[in-house]
């Protein structure tokens, strides 16, 4: 039986790593092409430009897995299939389950690997390109958020927060200014040229100060050399609420942007609820893809290389078309975020998994 899974893998994992680097690099190749177009248009060397491109290959790959672990199960069973390969292992006592048990496995595995990939990778990655990007064309410096909005609660106090600048590399907001309200009045404002986070005192302190205290109709300005400003949150916090792309988060991370920034409508969240479940949907289309691949390599008939192509090109727009449908239906609350990020995962697993069952009996 491992000569057979060694066999079946072999088949199998030449097409798909042809498959992925097909796949991944019409995709990289695309973004090569708008990057030498920026290069032009900024006059980049061509070294910022492959650094961009090798920022953008993690998330085209993961992209790409998909695509090609359907066209490694067509093509490599459709292969065994064509040369009776398979006939003469089920003559041989091997079931048609133990055939196809290698390839949802291996879906599987690819599954995880993706998953891996887009949590721990892909983030990073993006937002190093974003970064790159805003620093070569003089839309930011490298590493500081502009204009950064946050807000704060403790006990029965809501601050608003606005830093023209804010660098996370030094844990350091310039040009600050704090609103305290309490009972949707403003109590408090704070201004200040600097505001720190000192890490032994766990809090976060301002420099040249000026306090505004509101008691009634009143206001008592205070100048403060130094002091605590009441900010609550970390300087992680800070930095995970200034993201504002999902592709640049990891689940956990985009679950607590969900639950922390404020102001945001019902629509924007069922919005980024569907962007956190497809966070998990997409690297599983590789077990789907697995699913819905094997009973079609299987079938007993002659396919050529070209036909697994065009069916892998056809069931992947199919894919993302069903995707597209149930994103939609999730972001209008027309079904739960999580049914509709799951839908086309739903759909081929249910074909799939019909057409896999009635091949075994």
């Known amino acids: 039986m491992r000569i057979v899974t060694r066999y079946i893998l072999r088949e199998l994992l030449g097409p798909f790593f042809?498959?992925?680097?097909?796949?991944?690099?019409?995709?990289?190749?695309?973004?090569?092409?708008?990057?030498t177009q920026l290069a032009q248009n900024y006059g980049l060397p061509f070294s910022t430009v492959l650094?961009?491109?090798?920022?953008?290959?993690?998330e085209n790959l993961a992209y790409g897995t998909p695509m090609a672990i359907l066209l490694g199960t067509l093509i490599g069973l459709g292969k065994m299939t064509g040369h009776s390969e398979t006939i003469a292992m089920q003559a041989g006592g091997v079931s048609y389950f133990r055939i196809a048990l290698p390839v949802l496995l291996t879906g599987?595995?690819?599954?995880?690997?993706?998953?891996?990939l887009n949590e721990n990778v892909v983030p990073v990655a993006n937002r190093a390109y974003r970064e790159e990007r805003a620093t070569v064309t003089g839309s930011a410096p490298?590493?500081?958020?502009?204009?950064?909005?946050?807000?704060?609660?403790?006990?029965a106090v809501k601050r608003l927060v606005?830093?023209?600048?804010?660098?996370?590399?030094?844990?350091?907001?310039?040009?600050?200014?704090?609103?305290?309200?309490?009972?949707?009045?403003?109590?408090?404002?704070?201004?200040?040229?600097e505001l720190f986070w000192s890490e032994p005192d766990y809090g976060w302190f301002f420099r040249e100060g000026q306090i505004y205290q509101y008691e009634g109709e009143k206001v008592f300005p205070i100048r403060v050399g130094k002091g605590f400003s009441g900010l609550t949150r970390t300087p992680r916090e800070v930095v995970q609420l200034a993201r504002q792309k999902p592709?640049?988060?990891?689940?956990?991370?985009?679950?607590?942007?969900?639950?922390?920034?404020?102001?945001?409508?019902?629509?924007?969240?069922?919005?980024?609820?569907?962007?956190?479940h497809l966070k998990i949907s997409v690297p599983f289309a590789c077990?789907?893809?697995?699913l819905l691949?094997?009973?079609?390599g299987l079938q007993p008939q002659r396919r050529t290389s070209s036909a697994g192509f065009g069916l892998s090109f056809l069931f992947v727009f199919i894919y993302y078309l069903l995707m597209g449908v149930g994103s939609v239906l999730g972001r209008a609350g027309t079904i739960p975020p999580a049914l509709g990020a799951w839908f086309q995962n739903i759909i081929f697993g249910i074909y799939g998994g019909w057409q896999l069952l009635r091949k075994i009996r």
């Open 108 to 116: 599987l595995l690819v599954s995880g690997a993706t998953l891996v």
């Open 247 to 276: 592709t640049e988060m990891s689940w956990s991370e985009l679950q607590w942007y969900i639950m922390n920034k404020p102001k945001l409508s019902e629509g924007e969240i069922r919005n980024l609820q569907v962007q956190l």
């Open 142 to 155: 490298k590493g500081v958020i502009r204009h950064h909005f946050i807000t704060d609660s403790s006990s």
């Open 162 to 193: 606005y830093a023209e600048r804010y660098y996370p590399a030094e844990e350091r907001m310039v040009n600050v200014l704090i609103q305290e309200v309490k009972k949707d009045r403003v109590v408090r404002t704070i201004q200040s040229q």
């Open 18 to 35: 042809f498959g992925l680097f097909l796949f991944s690099g019409i995709l990289i190749g695309n973004i090569f092409v708008s990057l």
């Open 51 to 58: 650094r961009l491109l090798l920022y953008q290959i993690p």
């Open 287 to 290: 077990f789907f893809f697995a």
């Open 293 to 296: 691949g094997t009973p079609l």
